[in-house]
């Protein structure tokens, strides 16, 4: 099993959602986060004030999936998240030992 974590533009959840339905993928998790990468923030002006906005709005993506299905779970999420512009944000996949549905006691595959 692999663990995909996509950090993306907010904007571009909905896209991202529907190409994991479309692949088979069921369960995501969903956190609202802030960050930022090379695009370093911006400065605002807010009543006659100039400010750093450091940290940019983000969303982050928790997936596990079977290994057979994570390199497909990763394309559909860059190719619904991408825009071409800096900030677009990363995926990370990762190894994942052993999972439980709690409710069932179901194990591994069969708890994803």
Do not use: W
């Not at 896209?15 to 911006?42: D, M, N, P, W, Y």
Request: negative net charge.
């Amino acid at each position: 099993m692999k663990k995909i974590e996509a950090i993306i533009k907010p904007f571009k959840l909905d896209e991202v959602k529907e190409a994991l339905h479309e692949i088979g993928v069921s369960g995501i998790t969903v956190t609202e986060a802030k960050g930022f990468g090379r695009q370093k923030g911006h400065t605002e002006l807010y009543r006659g004030a100039e400010y750093v906005v450091d940290f940019l709005p983000k969303v982050k993506l928790e997936v596990v999936v079977a290994d057979s299905l994570a390199e497909r779970t990763v394309e559909a999420i860059a190719a619904a998240a991408q825009t071409g512009r800096i900030g677009d944000g990363k995926i990370f996949v990762s190894a994942i030992e052993s999972a439980l549905r709690i409710r069932t006691g179901e194990r591994d595959d069969d708890a994803i």
